[in-house]
């Protein structure tokens, strides 16, 4: 009869549910995707309930339930921190004690008043540790360097683990206030986006500036020569202010903070300008820290290939970085190296190390989350008295075409996508030649901010006409995690993918793990010369990637798509 | 209480509207009921077992994303207000504003008790707008916006009364399930302001906490020194694995 291990994160951001049976993973889903909430925290229950039902089976045969963080080490950093820092902590404490009192401290009741599970069938990992072993369980590589970057976990912002066949060693860590993951959190606040969210925005954004604040950023966020670093505590205020990340001093050091919403208008407007040069420099400083920190990863642990995991990990443009830059041969990152993918570290730490079960195949897929059957699909695209044909089986190629002809194309095929990258399974794609076409979807599909750059889909065979990958990104480029050069002589023939500083966040498609993808690709390919499609994740702004075909539909009729491509069934344009 | 609900509603709107700042509180306010409120309507398109009434609930939602837009756009142009209004775009905020919470209406409440609480809430939101407009209270353009969702308000009204004078004509008792959800509504309200007060007298007792219990310990308290540290593990037992801390 097969073990089965449900990992489970969440009640900060990003909860989600990971089942293991016998240690493969059967399935990943975030909450967000089944409640609609951006980032939902809650305690995934619907993820897991679809991750049962995927397996088949009840709860009562799930054999161990694995949360990802030890809470009361959490809790003992949060009165450390509120004691240390009287009686600047005044507004936070009180806020802290009312979540800790009103449920986090009696987690083991509330999973298992959730989950149904007997608390004698639960396990904790240290929320690091579920980082660290998210990213080098799901690796192809017996021994590595594991390096994990975060906001903050109990006490550990950064930590740095030996990985070698199933066990994971701590080998150091930087501790908590000092962190780089708020740091470019309390930047991305001060240029006007919401915290856990516009950080992708930041990173868009520094493409427009120039790093001109770098001597500020350096007093910001300095690194030592024992491969470390600290943060300037005096200017930043995480540690004891509930919601304000940073005092005054970072406005007299940076200049005035930015109005949420404010148009982004760089080149005539100075103020934007300024804006864009603070990305700039703090995204250069973040990239020189991971820099610092992946050089000394590798001469504490000398192995040739690095895991990175935790939400800095989503950084693609440090990726691209530490992969052409950096001193390893190999870089693997947790296509959800966030907090979601916590569950799956966790699910897997205590599978492999806490039974002691060796370890299984390398993750080469991401669609590991929700399939909806396609009797289904057509019963609601009936009800709804949508316009549609199913074209089943040759669903690519009408696809392919509609592409070549301008289209924009909604595209949901198969099981939904593991992390935040749409990778062909939850996707709008378009012709990736036109700068028109990126435009048009930014404003009147996704109705986002206009200097946000989309991501190109490129063949596998293909890739190397196109872009500059290097050899250690192999396999962050197969999940869309790295940012490398879109080659000169081919960038004016990308201009929708190509973003202003001549870089692009490539997904290279592997026909064997995405073959569906892969001949829609080879159809526009066909009919157009060019292996490569824009690819962004079919959501409206403010919203989780659609899940299921109600999602997709609604989506589809609130925005300017041309065409929806569901499970087979071709939908025509709603209103 | 239709006559004093109006009496109250007037007297409500009158005053928080004619506090500078408060009516793109409110706007923001009903851009995320708007928006809490197509997600429980997807939800009924995605639930329900009554396929010739996916389509209404389809059209409703969708009605529901364009009011939220509409609202937003309103706060949006009538200025700056603070950092949580200016993110009602993020579907992420509908918990923090108590909007939404585990499930939704159609999962908690089933077809006709969903039904008869969409009948309840969509006539007390034409209600409430019919009394800002009677009122002159909001701006020209806010005015314009409110008479263009009121005619979708009108069909919610419409096609949920129509389910659920069909329901009471097959015998279910509609008109009790309907009263009911007034007073739940009253009953959730007067949670709200409970749970508010409890708040504030919860911080003034953790305050005092903070103060007593945790000011005499300042001098032994420090933070972590920045760099790379030994970490403390509690390694990788089956016994340190069962353990919270």
Partial sequence: MPSYVLG??????????????????????????FSR??????????????????????VSRVDWLVFYEKPL???????????????????SFPRQMHHWLGDRLWLRANLTS???VSPERMMFCEHHLSHAASAFYCSPHDEAAILCVDGVGEWATTSLWRGSGSAIEPVSEVRWPHSIGLFYSAITAHLGFAVNEGEYKVMGMAAYGQPRFREEMSRLLRLDSEGGYSVDLDTFSWHWHPTEPATARLARLLGPPRFPGTPFTPRLDPLAQHHADVAASAQAATEEALLHLVRHAHAAVP?????????????????????????HAHLWVQPAAGDAGGAMGAAMWAWHGVLGNPRGPALRSCALGREVARDRTAELLADLGARFDDLGDDAPERAGRDLAEGKVVAWVDGREEWGPRALGQRSILADPRSAEVAERVNRSVKFREPFRPFAPSVRAGAAPRYFDIPAAAASTSRFMLSTHPVLPEAQAGLAAVTHVDGTARVQVVDADTSPRFDRLLGAFEEATGVPVLLNTSFNLKGEPLVSTPVDALAAFARS???????????VERMR | MGLFRRAWLTVVSEVAWRIPGR?????????LAERGSMLDMLSAVELTERRGLRKLYFRHALDEARHAALFAGRVRSLGAIGRAEAAIEDSGQLVEAGVVAGTTLFERLGEEEFLSFVYVAEADAVEQFEVLLARRLPDPETAATLHRILKDEHFHVSYARTEVERAAAAGRPMRRSMALHRWRRVGQAWLRFSSDFGALMGGFWLGLAYVVGVGPFRLLGRLEPGGWQRPERGGSSLAAARTEG
């Fill in chain 1, 303 to 327: 192995a040739p290939a690095l895991c990175l995991a935790g939400g800095v990990a989503l950084n693609a443009v440090c990726n691209g970085r530490i992969a052409a830059e950096g001193p």
């Fill in chain 1, 73 to 91: 080490r959490k809790f003992e950093r949060i009165v450390s921190t509120a004691v240390a820092t009287f009686p600047r902590s005044w507004r």
């Fill in chain 2, 23 to 31: 009516p793109q509180r409110l706007l923001a306010a009903f851009a």
């Fill in chain 1, 560 to 570: 300017d798509l041309d065409t929806l491509y569901l499970n087979g069934f071709r």
């Fill in chain 1, 8 to 33: 489970i994160s969440g009640l900060y951001h990003d909860a989600a549910a990971v089942l293991l049976e016998d240690g493969k993973i059967v399935a990943a889903a975030q909450e967000e995707r």
């Fill in chain 1, 37 to 58: 909430l951006k980032h939902d925290a809650a305690l995934p229950v619907r993820a897991a309930q679809y991750c049962l039902e995927t397996a088949g089976i009840p």
């Fill in chain 1, 114 to 116: 959730a989950f149904g």
